[in-house]
């Protein structure tokens, strides 16, 4: 059972936007900003978002994060093909002394 | 370009122990923490713990307390994790991440290794 909460799925179809959840609590996402994380098929994860709501360079703006309390949010605006991925939301715990991650959501796009 | 190149596959017997590198290029090593994170297969990223190779100190997850050892050679700009009495549940891909911080909140993994596959059987 993973510390963040994440759906295990979502899905959109081409153009669309999608939105994915994070819940945590106060001794994480409360306390910490989040960041998030994007695993194509047998491939490294790759940093989206981090700090709640900057894209790294290279990143496209079709991707933006937000935080409010102990949740926070994924969403890609203008869905394609190539976003079907696992994504992962992150921060570092407080009580835990330790990096805890998401379960990961499976996005498909359709 | 910051690059992190690991080590390849290791298959081992359950008991033994594995080393697994993680070479640094395109940067600073000692500037930035490194992180362990495994990955079962078909499973979420799990993390293990963080090195600064400045001071060699280091933080581990509570599950792996006991068992996993973080070392570095700055010389050669290269961190290690080492896991021990390995059992069939750690056959997973193990990546090494650069570490970035904003202040005392901010932590993020912004560089990745390729990953390493270690299979423990029998």
């Known amino acids: 059972q993973s510390v963040l909460t994440q759906p295990p799925s979502a899905s959109a179809t081409p153009g669309q936007r999608v939105t994915i959840s994070c819940s945590g609590s106060?001794?994480?996402?409360?306390?910490?900003?989040v960041n998030w994380y994007q695993q194509l098929p047998r491939t490294a994860p790759k940093l989206v978002i981090y700090?709640?709501?900057q894209r790294p360079s290279g990143v496209p703006d079709r991707f933006s994060g937000s935080k409010s309390g102990t949740s926070a949010s994924l969403a890609i605006s203008g869905l394609l093909s190539e976003d079907e991925a696992d994504f992962y939301c992150a921060t570092w715990d407080d009580s835990l002394n330790a990096v805890v991650f998401g379960g990961g959501t499976k996005l498909t796009v359709l | 370009q910051v690059q992190l190149v690991q080590s390849g596959a290791e298959v081992k017997k359950p008991g033994a122990s594995v080393k697994v590198s993680c070479k640094a290029s395109g940067y600073t090593f000692t500037s930035y923490d490194i992180n362990w994170v495994r990955q079962a297969s078909g499973q979420g990223l799990e993390w293990m713990g963080w090195?600064?190779?400045?001071?060699?100190?280091?933080g581990y997850a509570q599950k792996f307390r006991g068992r996993v050892t973080l070392t570095r050679n700055t010389s050669i700009s290269t961190a290690y994790m080492e896991l021990s009495t390995l059992k069939s549940e750690d056959t997973a891909v193990y990546f090494c991440?650069?570490?970035?911080?904003?202040?005392?909140?901010?932590?993020?993994?912004?560089?990745w290794g390729q990953g390493a596959l270690v299979t423990v059987s029998s």
């Open positions: 106060s001794s994480n996402i409360g306390s910490n900003s």
């Open positions: 700090s709640n709501n």
């Open positions: 090195m600064n190779p400045n001071s060699g100190h280091t």
């Open positions: 991440a650069r570490a970035s911080s904003w202040g005392s909140s901010t932590y993020y993994f912004d560089s």
